[in-house]
């Protein structure tokens, strides 16, 4: 057999057939799966010829696999919201008249990257939609557009703004400026990105690269490097002026008081009365982030200095990249400022992107729906890495669970190795402090770790017959994480022990930060040409945009109730082509909890777009769909923590599920009174019906006054914000005055639960405990995801022709609940009596004789349009601010950095 690499002969393979497929993929939108496995094994046999190999060493089925994925990952158009008053279509009529040389680079670009290419006419088709939506940089006149995309975490988002600042730049843009977060890190990473999509050279070494190399005949003009942001002493010693420029400037900058002020001095202060001659386009990255003005009666600093950078051009359009589908929608679109213009809230358009069919978000890692078997719940951590912890933390030790998560990076590390992807980068994530001089300590035990014990041991082991490597105690600790978590047919313990040293020895620790000890988390082809191999530890840094190539294993153990925060901490979310099964969450359950909930309320919110968009709403209907939602509760209540006060927020309940999320210790035998007495109600008047979900039991055609009388009984924590009495009973009267005097009532039992306490017996009826698991503390006991119903409950009382037509009309293996409320024609109240053990010490339920929790399903369609009734909240932000406050300001300090 010829001495050749089998990485090399998987590239030639892999190229050879994606010539043959793209010739199909002109022809057909989407190639037969056999397709695929006959062009490989065609190519195959054609490599084979050159090389004295057989072609059972090349793995066939993984390249087939891969190929297919490239060329039939699909991605939808996303939804626009338009003010179709103001927006009139441009692009159309002059498309023919533009050089699309960026463009036109750029996607050539994408292509050789090996983009899906499905995918990239679907970023074709949405950056044109985007730019349409801005304004014809021809234009004459003064104008102004203020837009909005909602992306996901770690979905493209900058692939896709690269993209419109290509043709915005071929259309006409002269002055293209990129906020690009708050961290240094970001900013680079950021620049980086620009210089291989659109600058196509280097900025700090000043080499063609990437877009460059298909066509350097012109280059954009640029003030800043991917090492260096944008410094007014540097730009006055260049003594330039836009108008001496023959092509587009662009300046990616971070998102930072200084700057901003800087950059606005030198604009003013360079270019004296000609700034309204340049069209200028503002791409604001993490828009929900620093960008909002959360003050009453005044500006926010970074808001302030946006608003005056748009308002020194004539011709301006500002569009927002955010992730969070709450962020800039709490922006009062009326707002205006003599001096410093409108603010940003998205008056012309908002796009809702959607991913394509391979990216992993929320969802599929997080829901009731997942297979992937990613999560890794942890309990081991409290005593050496607390939650809540000061500064000067210094375990001498580290969880066990953080020492299997090293371990288990290697191990996918060797996996990727053997299915052909050594070239490739590995990373893992290490956030579990925000102070710097922790993190620095992590990394100092994670190094010794991997340094002293793990890479000598498997270098001096793993070539040695398996039985021999087996006495090795990190050898055989390496075997039973593979048997337990990894053990496949693809490859025997054997190959993977023979491969441990090549996929360790190259593994480095470094600490992400604003310290002094930090390094730069560098993917660069010029320093990496063979793929980086890395442990990060960090904080924020981590966080908000910044992209962990190829990342594997993530150890996460931080606390937040804040949906942005969780979300942008989510560094795992995003591709994973071809390591997706292998990669690897260690987390808390609390922590896993939230998650979960975050990707039930972002499924359901971007159904109720699609809905929104079908009703025809404009961007300003829109927001105010967006701010009546439920959950928007918790984003005011941080946006107004500061201001002590009790704020009113108006929400729509038609088609929402509202439930106990928190109970207060000292209402528990309180609440028990107000379930027996409901109880003995049901059983003196009411008829109970057939249970069509379990062994639950149920009563129809309750009248809605019981119900009340339930709601009015019960003490309510001010954690669960949703169950506050006073909306609940106003709309609960609200139904009865408009067909909706009579409700289902359910009491949730189980058949063979986990529970050991005794059921409930009382009335007739005999009720069987739920088991959860719950956070705890000496004032209440939380469920985690913020649920307590399973899914499936609420279709207590439907006819089987409307479970029917529910289950035709979900698009995921398990039935949203929200199909369920679109069928009822009662509301239901849901009642749980629930054994709670504390998910750190399982062992003893917390309350001998259960808690009782409740929930009320609304009928209706969420998001079908404005609500038809909104009844007031009053979010007690002192409360907010006592429970959370710390918390947070904590996180908004981590996000800073200064100049």
Same mark, same amino acid.
């Given at each position: 057999m010829t001495d050749v690499d089998i990485n090399e002969l998987i590239n030639a393979v892999e190229i050879s057939a994606t010539n043959m497929l793209s010739q199909m993929a002109k022809r057909e939108p989407q190639i037969p799966e056999q397709f695929f496995h006959r062009a490989v094994r065609g190519a195959a046999d054609s490599v084979v010829a050159i090389y004295d190999i057989s072609v059972e060493n090349i793995p066939l089925d993984l390249i087939a696999k891969k190929l297919q994925q490239r060329f039939n990952i699909k991605m939808t158009l996303g939804t626009m919201f338009a003010n179709s008053e103001k927006y009139k279509p441009w692009l159309e009529q002059v498309s023919g008249k533009i050089d699309w040389y960026y463009w036109s680079r750029y996607k050539n670009l994408l292509i050789n990257q090996k983009f899906p290419l499905h995918v990239v006419r679907s970023l074709d088709s949405i950056t044109d939609q985007v730019l349409d939506h801005t304004e014809n940089p021809r234009k004459e006149g003064g104008w102004d557009r203020r837009g909005m995309v909602v992306g996901h975490v770690q979905s493209g988002k900058t692939a896709n703004y690269t993209g419109l600042i290509c043709k915005a730049a071929d259309a006409g843009y002269q002055v293209i400026i990129v906020m690009a977060g708050m961290l240094n890190s970001l900013r680079n990473q950021t620049q980086e990105r620009i210089d291989q999509g659109f600058i196509g050279k280097c900025t700090r070494l000043r080499e063609f690269i990437g877009a460059g190399t298909f066509d350097n005949g012109r280059t954009p003009a640029y003030f800043t490097t991917s090492t260096d942001d944008f410094k007014k002493t540097i730009a006055n010693q260049i003594g330039v002026q836009i108008g001496d420029l023959k092509e587009p400037v662009v300046l990616v900058i971070k998102k930072n008081p200084s700057t901003l002020k800087n950059l606005i001095s030198w604009l003013k202060d360079n270019n004296p009365h000609k700034l309204n001659e340049y069209p200028m386009l503002l791409i604001d990255d993490e828009a929900d982030h620093a960008s909002i003005n959360y003050k009453e009666g005044d500006v926010t600093t970074i808001n302030k200095r946006i608003r005056e950078l748009l308002s020194l051009f004539d011709q301006s359009s500002y569009v927002g990249y955010t992730a969070t589908p709450f962020a800039n929608i709490f922006i009062d679109p009326d707002t205006d400022d003599e001096m410093y213009g409108d603010d940003l809230f998205p008056r012309d358009f908002i796009l809702s992107l959607d991913p394509p069919d391979n990216y992993i978000g929320p969802e599929k890692v997080f829901s009731q729906n997942s297979n992937l078997g990613i999560v890794k719940t942890i309990d081991d951590y409290e005593d050496l890495l607390p939650l809540k912890h000061k500064k000067d933390l210094k375990p001498e030790i580290l969880p066990l669970?953080?020492?299997?998560?090293?371990?288990?990076?290697?191990?996918?590390?060797?996996?990727?190795?053997?299915?052909?992807?050594?070239?490739?980068?590995?990373?893992?994530?290490?956030?579990?402090?925000?102070?710097?001089? &922790?993190?620095?300590?992590?990394?100092?035990?994670?190094? @010794?770790? =991997?340094?002293?014990? !793990?890479?000598?041991?498997? *270098?001096?082991?793993?070539?040695?017959?398996?039985?021999?490597?087996?006495?090795?105690?990190?050898?055989?600790?390496?075997?039973?994480?593979?048997?337990?978590?990894?053990?496949?047919?693809?490859?025997?313990?054997?190959?993977?022990?023979?491969?441990?040293?090549?996929?360790?020895?190259?593994?480095? &620790?470094?600490?992400?930060?604003?310290?002094?000890?930090? @390094?730069? =988390?560098?993917?660069? !082809?010029?320093?990496?040409? *063979?793929?980086?191999?890395?442990?990060?530890?960090?904080?924020?840094?981590?966080?908000?945009?910044?992209?962990?190539?190829?990342?594997?294993?993530?150890?996460?153990?931080?606390?937040?109730?804040?949906?942005?925060?969780?979300?942008?901490?989510?560094?795992?979310?995003?591709?994973?082509?071809?390591?997706?099964?292998?990669?690897r969450i260690y987390m808390s359950s609390k922590a896993a909890g939230w998650y979960g909930h975050i990707s039930t309320v972002i499924e359901e919110l971007r159904d109720e777009f699609k809905r929104m968009k079908a009703a025809k709403l404009t961007p300003d209907e829109f927001g105010l769909c967006v701010r009546a939602h439920p959950e928007s509760l918790i984003v005011t209540a941080r946006n107004k923590m500061r201001t002590g006060k009790i704020i009113p927020r108006q929400i729509g309940l038609e088609g929402r599920l509202v439930e106990t999320k928190a109970l207060s210790r000292g209402s528990i035998e309180h609440n028990f009174g107000a379930f027996r007495q409901l109880l003995k109600h049901l059983n003196a008047n009411e008829t109970r019906g057939m249970d069509n979900v379990g062994h639950n039991f149920f009563w129809s055609g309750v009248d809605h006054t019981h119900v009340r009388g339930f709601i009015e009984g019960v003490i309510n924590d001010p954690e669960s914000d949703l169950t506050e009495k006073m909306p609940l009973l106003d709309y609960i009267q609200w139904l009865s005055e408009n067909g909706y005097s009579k409700w289902d009532v359910i009491v949730c039992s189980v058949e063979d639960g986990k529970s050991d306490l005794e059921p409930f017996v009382e009335e007739g009826l005999k009720v069987k405990y739920q088991y959860r698991t719950v956070d705890s503390n000496d004032r209440r006991i939380k469920f985690p995801n913020r649920r307590v119903a399973t899914v499936g409950t609420e279709k207590t009382g439907l006819s089987d022709s409307k479970i029917e037509r529910a289950k035709n009309e979900s698009t995921g293996k398990t039935i949203s609940d929200s199909l369920f409320r679109k069928e009822r024609n009662k509301p239901l109240l849901m009642l749980h009596l629930i054994d709670c053990r504390d998910a750190d010490k399982r062992e003893e339920p917390l309350f001998?004789?259960?808690?009782?929790?409740?929930?009320?399903?609304?009928?209706?369609?969420?998001?079908?349009?404005?609500?038809?009734?909104?009844?007031?909240?009053?979010?007690?932000?002192?409360?907010?601010?006592?429970?959370?406050?710390?918390?947070?300001?904590?996180?908004?300090?981590?996000g800073v950095e200064s100049e």
């Open positions: 669970s953080l020492y299997k998560a090293v371990q288990s990076f290697i191990l996918t590390r060797t996996i990727r190795i053997l299915r052909g992807q050594a070239g490739k980068h590995n990373s893992m994530m290490i956030n579990v402090s925000r102070f710097t001089d &922790v993190q620095s300590h992590i990394k100092g035990l994670v190094n @010794e770790f =991997l340094k002293e014990e !793990l890479k000598p041991a498997i *270098n001096n082991h793993c070539m040695l017959p398996e039985k021999e490597a087996l006495k090795n105690r990190v050898i055989r600790s390496l075997k039973d994480l593979w048997e337990e978590e990894y053990n496949v047919d693809e490859f025997c313990w054997l190959q993977i022990q023979k491969t441990l040293d090549e996929a360790a020895s190259p593994i480095g &620790v470094i600490e992400v930060n604003s310290s002094a000890n930090a @390094e730069p =988390l560098d993917y660069s !082809l010029v320093n990496y040409p *063979n793929g980086r191999n890395v442990i990060a530890v960090g904080g924020m840094s981590l966080s908000r945009g910044l992209t962990l190539e190829g990342l594997t294993v993530s150890y996460f153990l931080r606390n937040s109730i804040m949906y942005d925060t969780l979300l942008q901490m989510g560094r795992w979310f995003g591709y994973r082509d071809g390591f997706a099964d292998i990669c001998e004789s259960g808690v009782v929790g409740w929930g009320l399903s609304f009928p209706g369609v969420a998001g079908n349009g404005r609500p038809k009734k909104l009844v007031q909240y009053m979010v007690n932000t002192r409360y907010w601010q006592q429970e959370y406050g710390q918390e947070i300001e904590s996180e908004e300090d981590e």
